[in-house]
């Protein structure tokens, strides 16, 4: 939930008075009023439609995307192998921009699959 929905609810709802909005949120008080009194919900902020440097291999990638997931594990390319694939067809974008995409190990770009690792102590 947006920090501008919570001021909203505190304030319409809760009927808490500014100053208390502004310790708990740590906004200042002048924040708080400019918020509520605009009356917008959240900020939107335009996010101009730029070309990816991976847009024009975009359909080659979902292809081998397509063909590495009907493999077993051991015999799919990794995401390294698939970036130098890609560079050798002349892409010249980072590794992260590959790694990033849904289907190569997550969309979050963490770069890897697996699970955090759990320590174990012997009794």
Request: aromatic letters at 4%.
């Amino acid at each position: 939930m947006g920090l501008l929905n919570v001021i909203r609810r505190m304030a319409l709802r809760g009927r808490l008075p500014i100053r208390e909005i502004a310790r708990r949120t740590g906004l200042s008080r002048n924040t708080i009023r400019k918020y509520l009194k605009a009356g917008t919900i959240e900020p939107k902020f335009a996010v101009p439609d730029r070309p990816s440097k991976l847009d024009p291999f975009a359909e080659k990638l979902a292809g081998w995307l397509r063909t590495e997931t009907a493999k077993s594990r051991k015999q799919r390319r990794s995401v390294k192998q698939l970036h130098a694939d890609l560079v050798a067809l002349g892409y010249t974008g980072s590794y992260n921009r590959v790694a990033a995409l849904p289907g190569n190990g997550g969309s979050t770009g963490s770069g890897s699959s697996r699970p955090p690792a759990v320590a174990h102590s012997c009794p």
